[in-house]
Structures are given as C-alpha cells and as structure tokens.
C-alpha cells in the first residue's frame, strides 16, 4: 500500500520547505518538497494578512504593532475612536504622519512609530467597533497606517495670514488677552486688529491673545495645534502651551469728529496730570466732554 512520510526542513541543507518520502512513486522510492497541509484556522489567517488592504484615504497599511505606557503614537484622538473613516480623517487635519487603530477603537496619531516593534499581523485581532469589515488592532496591539499628507489651505477671514503653531510659556509670547474674543477667530481677530495688534494667536481651544510681536519661544509643528476652535469648529485653535499665530492686516483708524476737533493720538498720563481739569459731567460721553471744554474755553 503507498504511504508518504513527511519532515521537517533542515537549516543546514538550505531546505525552506518540508521534505515527503514517497513511496510507490516511479521510477522509486525518492524524497522531494511537498506542501503542508493547511487548516482552516491557518488558511483564514494567512488569506486576511495576504490580502490587499482597502485604503479610505490612500493611506498604506505598514501592520500590527507593540504599544506600551509611553505610547508608540502619543495623540490620542477621542472624537476618532472605533471608526477608521473618522479617526484617520481627523489624524489628517491635525498633520499626522501615522495613525494606529487599537483595542477595537482607540484612535492614536504621531510623527514617528514601531519603538516597540512589529508583531505578527495575527495579534492585531479585533474587529473595529463601528466597522466591522476593518481590523483595529488589539490590547496594547496597534494596526499602524501611513498617511497621505494633507496640505493646510488657509481660509482668511480679514485678509490675515497664518504663520503656523508656536509654542507658549507663562512669560507669554503674545502678552495681551483679549477675553470677550474667546473660542471665536472672527471676533478675536477684529478686536485684536481694533486694538492695533500685528498679530493674534488662538490657543487652548480658544484663548484669544494679541502683540506686536512673537516666536519668542520658537516653532512647533502645525500638528502639535490640534484643537478645533470652541465656538468654530472649522477652525484650529491651538492647543495646551500652543499658539496658532496670525499676521493681521493694518486697520487705519480714520477718526470721524464731532466738532471739527482733530485727534491727536494716545499719550502717556501720571498722578500730576498732564490735562488737569477733570470734567465729571462729561464722562463716557465724547459728544458732552467735548462740548463743555469747548465752553470752558480749553
């Protein structure tokens, strides 16, 4: 009765495959390559990891990677979690290089990736939480994915240009908040450009902070200026310690009189006044204050 004997491949003999001795084969005996038998679980395996990946955005697939306490990819991107769709969307507005999808959902972005390793495509398991048809890695397992780079085209409100993120500190870069602007570009920048400001910068969700100048304490990455603006979602509105900085176009102040009076500009005062005779009756009214130093004759 013919029977085929099997081994395993032998390093030393250059073998990459597994030996069969057959017997009842012509013209003799003899030994020669054969292939393994495949289970099903093995097949599956092989077929998902084999197959071509389906970008959404034209990003690449790099694999299934080791995560640990200090991540692989530091962003978290809560918003994104559980939809790919979603998460690498959002990972693509903030600047990310890469986008790792983990434990069913967890969505992290980062500029650099694989510190903790690669790991066999099979241990990034689980299916993703709000598409079932894509995998989204497993415990401390990411399924990493190289994305396409999205250029920021700016949209100016008043003609302003965005001069990219910057970092902060509590000696502040832009040293002037303009609070009632917050969480608002549009409202920031005009009051930043009323007050004569050569630029503006959104931090923190929306904190609205003008000067005349910056980048005192250097550049960062546009992607580090990852929060949408609190009241226009369109918009990037910094981040902790992370200015969105903006040049501000000139806004002349073209003063209208009331009387024929011609403004001079601003100027300094002390406790010995440099106007000394206080009208109280005219106060927070230009139209009386002007009108009764007119009549006292100043």
């Not at 440099?274 to 204050?289: Q, T, V």
């Amino acid at each position: 009765m013919e029977s085929n004997f099997c081994r395993n491949p032998v390093p030393n003999e250059g073998a990459k495959t597994i030996w069969c001795f057959i017997q009842g084969g012509t013209p003799r005996n003899f030994w020669e390559y054969c292939d393994p038998v495949v289970t099903k679980k093995e097949k599956k395996t092989e077929e998902t990891s084999s197959s071509a990946y389906k970008a959404i955005y034209d990003e690449s697939w790099l694999g299934c990677y080791k995560d640990s306490g200090k991540r692989d990819l530091p962003n978290l991107i809560r918003a994104g979690y559980g939809n790919p769709t979603k998460c690498f969307k959002m990972a693509m507005d903030a600047g990310y290089q890469y986008v790792g999808m983990q434990y069913r959902g967890e969505c992290w972005g980062g500029n650099s990736m694989g510190k903790y390793g690669k790991r066999p495509d099979s241990e990034c398991n689980m299916r993703c939480k709000h598409d079932n048809s894509r995998w989204c890695g497993a415990g401390w397992r990411n399924n990493i994915f190289k994305l396409v780079k999205v250029e920021r085209k700016y949209q100016a409100i008043y003609g302003e240009s965005s001069v990219g993120c910057y970092k902060d500190s509590g000696n502040r870069d832009l040293p002037n908040l303009i609070r009632a602007g917050y969480g608002n570009p549009t409202k920031c920048f005009k009051m930043a450009m009323d007050a004569g400001y050569q630029y503006v910068g959104m931090q923190y969700r929306g904190e609205c902070w003008g000067g005349n100048s910056m980048g005192k304490h250097g550049k960062r990455p546009d992607s580090e200026c990852n929060m949408r603006c609190k009241h226009d979602n369109s918009r990037w509105c910094g981040a902790g310690w992370r200015n969105n900085i903006f040049k501000l176009v000139k806004v002349e102040r073209k003063y209208q009189s009331i009387y024929g009076e011609t403004e001079y500009g601003c100027f300094k005062d002390s406790g010995r006044r440099d106007l000394p005779n206080l009208m109280r009756a005219g106060y927070g009214n230009p139209s009386k204050c002007f009108k009764m130093a007119m009549d006292a004759g100043y």
